[in-house]
């Protein structure tokens, strides 16, 4: 991974199209300003806002000074925004208007000449998926694209999520993106991947060499990934109603922390050698069952309930959701790996809203020992060791052993030994949106998602869609806001002889 510092990073315009929205306010700016505040950001960087409505330089730079009072997690410092500010601007056009493009390019000149070298210039796609084509083709078609094409000062392209609705569409776009950019210019964005935890997984790993040896099929029973949510849609609705809990975080989100919990350990701390082993984790995945007999894929929809003690609507009553809708709010899958370190392991993974609570996590339940010395007539049975990375909220590791009681009698109890990053660290750690926004300007992928990442990722995904689709309701389980999802899914892992660590907590 890239060891950072402004040296290291040439001068670097950032357009973000876009610009006017949500994702700009909330998480694009606080994270620049907080990279100026730990002088990370190069000595000469300059942020142009792309958008179609005509905005002063001076409004929008006072638009994104009051984002920042209300989303940044260190408060304004005069002198740093002051530094800052002059070399905001925003640049009205169409998406779809080559002349805008080329307007853009003259501007970007004009910057370079000011600087007296060559400029990097780093194009964020802050859109919806529909703005994607005409931005490219322009981007292309203006020769922005190829701006300083094979140097240091290469033009960028950061896209966001979704990468695409299923596998033939996931193709189409990296097509698209490839027809203008090559892909060592192409940092397809992630959040997740920038969470501290998720950093530190691939360093717990391989840097302990108590888990790096058994962290296989011979030590571990199953692995658990949890990425659930206690809230509904929300305003949401229209959008999550063409998306569902598969599309809108387990094919990202969720499949980005399975491939980095099983991949084999790479070479380097190259990013290509990293993202070569999270594609081959994907290549061995068995392509999932749907059998009624033996199913590895559940999935249901919240029905009214509690959650923190007020009662909620269910998902069909939800404001601009079809009362026909045949949507997932909630999905569970059952991983299995061909190859020689997995053969054999489940992987169970969800994802939902309205469940009891907001929870990211990795758990690795180990195998248990013979019950010949301990467990077998005890009092208490013999539990797992447990390894539990927990993303969100309160991050940290924590690990379950079992240990004597105190007392006359021989009493087994788990105890866990944890750290959390806000205890240890500190809490104010960075934000993801700013280490990924610095490993784009450093031209580091360790973090992104590459483009056949997204194809397999698909690729395993998109037959449950299609099935699921022919199927309508048939088969989609309700579960009552506020639980943990439906039966079938503690079923899934029943018939396995496992069960959900996070419900028992």
Request: glycine share 8%; charged share 25%; proline share 6%.
């Amino acid at each position: 991974m890239t060891n950072f510092g402004k040296r290291s990073i040439p001068p670097t315009v950032m357009v973000i199209f876009g610009a006017s929205g949500d994702l700009t306010s909330r998480k694009l700016v606080p994270a620049l300003f907080n990279l100026s505040v730990d002088e990370l950001l190069p000595d000469r960087f300059f942020l142009i806002g792309y958008g179609r409505k005509s905005v002063s330089d001076e409004d929008f730079r006072q638009s994104l000074k009051n984002s920042l009072a209300s989303y940044s997690r260190r408060s304004i410092e005069e002198d740093i925004w002051n530094r800052l500010s002059p070399e905001i601007s925003f640049h009205s056009g169409a998406y779809d208007d080559l002349s805008s493009f080329e307007s853009l390019k003259t501007k970007i000149g004009e910057i370079e000449k000011s600087v007296g070298q060559d400029v990097q210039v780093i194009f964020y796609l802050s859109t919806p998926p529909s703005g994607f084509l005409p931005i490219l083709e322009n981007l292309g078609n203006s020769g922005l694209a190829r701006m300083h094409h094979n140097t240091p000062s290469a033009s960028k392209v950061i896209v966001e999520k979704p990468f695409g609705r299923d596998l033939e569409s996931a193709r189409k776009l990296n097509q698209m993106i490839n027809r203008r950019f090559a892909e060592s210019q192409v940092f397809r964005i992630d959040h997740y991947l920038g969470k501290e935890t998720v950093q530190s997984l691939l360093v717990q790993r391989f840097a302990n060499s108590l888990f790096e040896p058994v962290w296989n099929r011979n030590y571990v029973s199953c692995v658990q990934i949890t990425v659930s949510e206690d809230l509904g849609v929300g305003s949401r609705a229209g959008y999550y109603d063409r998306s569902g809990a598969l599309r809108d975080m387990i094919q990202n989100h969720v499949m980005q922390l399975f491939a980095l919990t099983t991949m084999e350990p790479p070479s380097s701390l190259d990013p290509e050698a990293i993202r070569d082993e999270k594609v081959k984790a994907l290549q061995a995945v068995k392509p999932l069952s749907l059998e009624n007999s033996h199913p590895e894929v559940v999935r249901g929809v919240y029905s009214e309930g509690l959650v923190g003690g007020e009662k909620v609507m269910g998902y069909l009553d939800e404001d601009d959701v079809p009362s026909t809708s045949s949507t997932e709010t909630y999905a569970a899958l059952c991983l299995q790996l061909d190859n020689w370190r997995w053969k054999g392991v489940p992987f169970y993974i969800r994802s939902g809203k309205r469940l009891k609570q907001k929870v990211s996590e990795i758990v690795v339940q180990f195998t248990r020992p013979p019950a010949i010395l301990f467990g077998e007539n005890s009092n208490r049975p013999l539990s797992p060791n447990l390894l539990t990375i927990r993303i969100q909220p309160n991050e940290g590791v924590s690990l379950s052993l079992n240990s004597k009681t105190p007392g006359l009698e021989t009493k087994l109890q788990p105890v866990n030994l944890s750290f959390g990053y806000d205890t240890t660290f500190g809490s104010n750690t960075p934000e993801a949106y700013e280490r990924l926004i610095l490993d784009s300007m450093a031209g580091d992928g360790t973090l992104f998602i590459r483009g056949d990442e997204a194809e397999h990722s698909w690729g395993l995904l998109s037959p449950v869609l299609e099935t699921w689709q022919s199927m309508g309701n048939q088969g989609l389980e309700k579960y009552a806001a506020g639980t943990w999802g439906p039966l079938e899914a503690d079923k899934l892992l029943l018939q396995r002889g496992h069960e959900w660590i996070t419900n028992k907590q």
